[in-house]
């Protein structure tokens, strides 16, 4: 439980609930009372301030604000309110914010708008970015460029401000390849996204490659299915992330000479959307056709029978590794330096962690 929850059930942002919750800022009477509603509706309850401060080391002595803030780069505050992944990466920053006495904001970095107030007056320690800056204005990046920084499950790019933490995904690639072969199967397809973000097609590409690597060594028909869809409207496209997928398993999965039987699926929220697709075109899920997913995001897969294999990224480990990336840089600021840290992920199947 965190202020995560709190946050998303009463209605406000992340940075006042951390306000109301440490006292550190003001919070007008009906905020607060939405706030302890959401608290006393969710059982929770904030650590004694002693606690929060975390033991007693010197992780934090060179803060000045006592604040970090999480931003995130031409994303909605509608996809963190209801993406489970990001949810589980946030609620990670948090609580290892709140383990060491720290406030914890968050803002969004949009190249049409200018950035969050509380950057331009200088009211954060350091920053911890989702994704990367490269089509921000030269004038913001000037302005980040004045803090540490952390990026999170980005790609590289021409400004590297920071560090980075990430996933593995060249051992995405391989757990996803692997589980299909083992399954006997011998044309299997990669349903990626379109995304118009490079950090994500880089990134994204990565899996490709060692997926269809691997296969290729087993001799393993592979193909890359690039659907017309963005990671948002995989969680709110409706009809229209319905009809694409629609296209693609009558392309693929519909009983043809050349049937695919094997499919390696980028998110679980298209897996979520993919399987009323696949049961409307008469594909049956664990007899035509096996299926794994990724992101271990149990709220959208709990509804899904059988419930496909998935791959866990760790979102809250990489969250609370890039805090404490963060605090390093803010207490080695001379150091130039520049570490990537990569989380390995997990194979989930029938639930379990293998």
Known sequence: MSIVEVARIAGVSHTTVSRFVNR???????????????????????????????PTTNTCRDFKSKNIAFLSVSQSTRVFSTSPFLID?????????????????????R?????????ARGEVDGLIIYSGVENMPPESIDALRRYPIVFVLSGRDRFFLGDRVMCNHEQIGKIAAEYLIAKGHRHVVFFDLKE??????????????HFKEICTLHDVEAERMELPLTSEETLFGGGKAQK????????????????ATGVFVLFDSLTAVLYPVLQACGVKIGKDIDIISCNNEISLLVGLHPRPATIDLQPELIGKRAFERLC???????????????????????????
């Open 24 to 54: 550190n800022g003001k919070v007008n009477l009906e905020t607060a009372e939405k706030i302890q509603a959401a608290m006393n509706k969710l059982g929770y309850v904030p650590k004694p301030p002693h606690l929060r401060r975390g």
């Open 111 to 119: 190249a049409d708008k200018a950035l969050p107030a509380f950057i």
């Open 328 to 354: 390093y840089r803010i207490q080695h600021s001379r150091d130039e330096s520049r570490v990537t840290l990569e989380i390995l992920p997990k194979l989930v199947e029938g639930g379990q962690t293998k």
């Open 244 to 259: 694409v997928l629609t296209e693609a398993v009558r392309r693929f999965f519909v009983p043809n000479s050349n049937q």
């Open 89 to 109: 990466l946030v609620h990670g920053i948090e609580e290892a914010a709140s383990d060491n006495g720290l406030s914890f904001f968050q803002g969004v970095l």
């Open 196 to 209: 118009s973000n490079n950090y994500q097609q880089e990134l994204f590409r990565g899996r490709w490659n």
